[in-house]
């Protein structure tokens, strides 16, 4: 089973930007695929982005394509979240996860997941 740590969360004015980690251990060797979900108060879960390790597959939501940027760093085995232009409707708990087996859009589909950083963006 991988472990997974978010760090990065806090609190921006609309137009700002964040920057979110997920530090990933334990068996990190079967670990293929990382992405990012956000839930915001009585709201579902919600596919924000997703990178194959190797890098060679990106995808994003519609809601936040273009001004947000997954990226890993191998060597850490570290993801990371780039978010440009936040929003006020960006405001929500942050969760990263890892190996998806099917739909990554789905969070059922993950097996690992993070505990989760607030985001906040006020106007």
């Known amino acids: 089973q991988v472990q997974l740590v978010e760090s990065g969360g806090g609190s921006v004015q609309a137009g700002g930007s964040l920057r979110l980690s997920c530090a990933a251990s334990g068996r990190t060797a079967s670990m293929y695929a990382m992405g990012w979900f956000r839930q915001a108060p009585g709201k579902e879960r919600e596919f924000v982005a997703v990178?194959?390790?190797?890098?060679?597959?990106?995808y994003y939501a519609d809601s936040v394509k273009g001004r947000f940027t997954i990226s890993r760093d191998s060597a850490k085995n570290t993801v990371h979240l780039q978010m440009n232009s936040l929003k006020p409707e960006d405001t929500a708990v942050y969760y990263c996860?890892?190996?998806?087996?099917?739909?990554?859009?789905?969070?059922?589909?993950?097996?690992?997941w993070g505990q989760g950083t607030q985001v906040t963006v006020s106007s």
């Open positions: 996860a890892a190996n998806a087996l099917k739909d990554y859009t789905n969070y059922v589909s993950w097996g690992s």
């Open positions: 990178t194959s390790w190797s890098g060679a597959a990106q």
